[in-house]
């Protein structure tokens, strides 16, 4: 027969009666807990006032302040110098070739559908780009379809599957220089316009 040490015994009947005890409670007998008495309800109120809610966010600032006009000038310096230039190379079937002095004076023919791999502005660096024209202009006077930012300087050479372009548009020139004053002639700045 086993027999139990003194220490055993009394761990024993310790657990006995604890287990008696939390069994007996006739609050946890059902599975409820007494719960205590609640206050009664305050006094009928008005709801409060609803809180203001703000414009959504459009990527704008909401004001002309000097610290975001401040904060806004180099980056747009820098992106109006970006739009000025355009060099790339093209990848794509085709031929074409286009001349330009603005659209005073341009003369140009092409048929080709290229990837463009450069710069175009704010244009990603790659891009599809598709002409289809064939025309001369000279003083306005357009004759034929030609497909050029009527303001560019440059030209653009197309043979077999590969083709380059290098172009200066002298509107982003203009919109440059106009932007160390402020003025934004594109309407392509970032951030609050002083003259707003």
Not at 119 to 138: L, S, T
Request: proline share 8%; aromatic share 8%; glycine share 12%.
């Amino acid at each position: 027969m086993a027999t139990f040490s003194f220490t055993g015994k009394v761990l024993a009947s310790l657990a006995a009666a604890a287990a008696l005890t939390i069994s007996a409670s006739p609050a946890l007998a059902g599975g409820e807990i007494a719960s205590r008495p609640m206050a009664p309800p305050p006094a009928m109120m008005p709801p409060p006032a609803p809180a203001p809610q703000a414009a959504p966010y459009n990527g704008q600032s909401t004001g002309n302040s000097l610290v975001d006009i401040v904060l806004y000038y180099v980056p747009n310096r820098v992106l109006d110098a970006i739009d000025i230039a355009r060099v790339n190379i093209g990848i794509g079937c085709g031929f074409g070739f286009n001349i330009r002095a603005t659209e005073l004076a341009e003369i140009g023919y092409g048929q080709y559908s290229t990837t463009r791999f450069g710069m175009k502005g704010r244009v990603m660096p790659v891009y599809d780009e598709k002409i289809d024209e064939g025309g001369i202009g000279f003083l306005g006077w357009v004759n034929g379809c030609l497909q050029r930012d009527p303001s560019e300087v440059g030209a653009d050479l197309h043979l077999g599957v590969i083709g380059a372009q290098a172009a200066v548009s002298l509107v982003e020139v203009v919109d440059f220089v106009a932007g160390f004053a402020l003025i934004d002639l594109q309407g392509d700045d970032l951030g609050p316009n002083p003259w707003d």
